[in-house]
Each structure stands twice: as structure tokens, then as C-alpha cells.
């Protein structure tokens, strides 16, 4: 099994930023691609960004491209969300998710394993 846990989440005001982290642990011998999804106060779960193992395939929603970076650090088994310019619109329970494949994928159905989600929040 692999455990992810985020983290980094808080209150942030608007225009400033924040960095996420998922820590993976477990059996991570295999090579998982990783994926970002959040989920807003009365609204579905909707992707984020998506990276692959080797970090050479990236994938962003529209709204969060050229906002939102996307990285990994397999070494210490952390995948990262950097998050600039930051509005209200932001704020949502953001998720890290692992799933098996090597071109990123936007679908939920594309991921096996699921973090607990860490708490965004954009004031005004």
C-alpha cells in the first residue's frame, strides 16, 4: 500500500502563495504518476495539475496554468503544488492523489491511491 499525506495548506490573503507537499510512504517501489485535485465548498472534485514519474510530463486545468506548478522530488518521495496568485476562487480541500500511468491523466478513475486532503483558504 502507499500512504500520501499533504501538507501546507493554511490561510493565505489574496494574491499571495502557498507551497503544497505530499509525502508518500509505504511501497513506493513502483513508479507512480501524481496528480492534484481540490475540491471547493458545494462543488464537485475537479483536477488540479498531474506529473509523471520522471517529472518530463506535466498537465494543468486551464484556470490554474501559468498560476500552479507542479513538481516532484523522487528522492524524498514528496510531490509539490506551488501556488501564486491565489484568490478566494482557490479556496478548496486539495488533494494528492497517485495513479498508475506514465501520460498524465485528469480523470479521478486514473488514480489508486488518495491523501487526506489540507485545507486551502483565500481571504480577501
Known amino acids: 500500500q502507499v500512504q500520501l499525506v499533504e501538507s501546507g495548506g493554511g490561510l493565505v490573503q489574496a494574491g499571495g502563495s502557498l507551497r503544497l507537499a505530499c509525502a508518500a510512504s509505504?511501497?513506493?517501489?513502483?513508479?507512480?504518476?501524481m496528480g492534484w485535485f481540490r475540491q471547493a465548498p458545494g462543488k464537485e472534485r475537479e483536477f488540479v495539475a498531474a506529473i509523471n514519474w520522471s517529472g518530463g510530463a506535466t498537465n494543468y486545468a486551464y484556470s490554474m496554468k501559468g498560476r500552479f506548478t507542479i513538481s516532484r522530488d523522487n528522492a524524498k518521495n514528496t510531490v509539490y503544488l506551488q501556488m501564486n496568485s491565489l484568490g478566494p476562487e482557490d479556496t478548496a480541500i486539495y488533494y494528492c492523489?497517485?495513479?498508475?500511468?506514465?501520460?498524465?491523466?485528469?480523470?479521478?478513475?486514473?488514480?489508486?491511491?488518495w491523501g487526506q486532503g489540507t485545507q486551502v483558504t483565500v481571504s480577501s
Open positions: 492523489a497517485a495513479g498508475q500511468w506514465n501520460s498524465p491523466i485528469v480523470a479521478e478513475s486514473g488514480y489508486d491511491y
Open positions: 509505504g511501497v513506493t517501489r513502483n513508479k507512480y504518476g
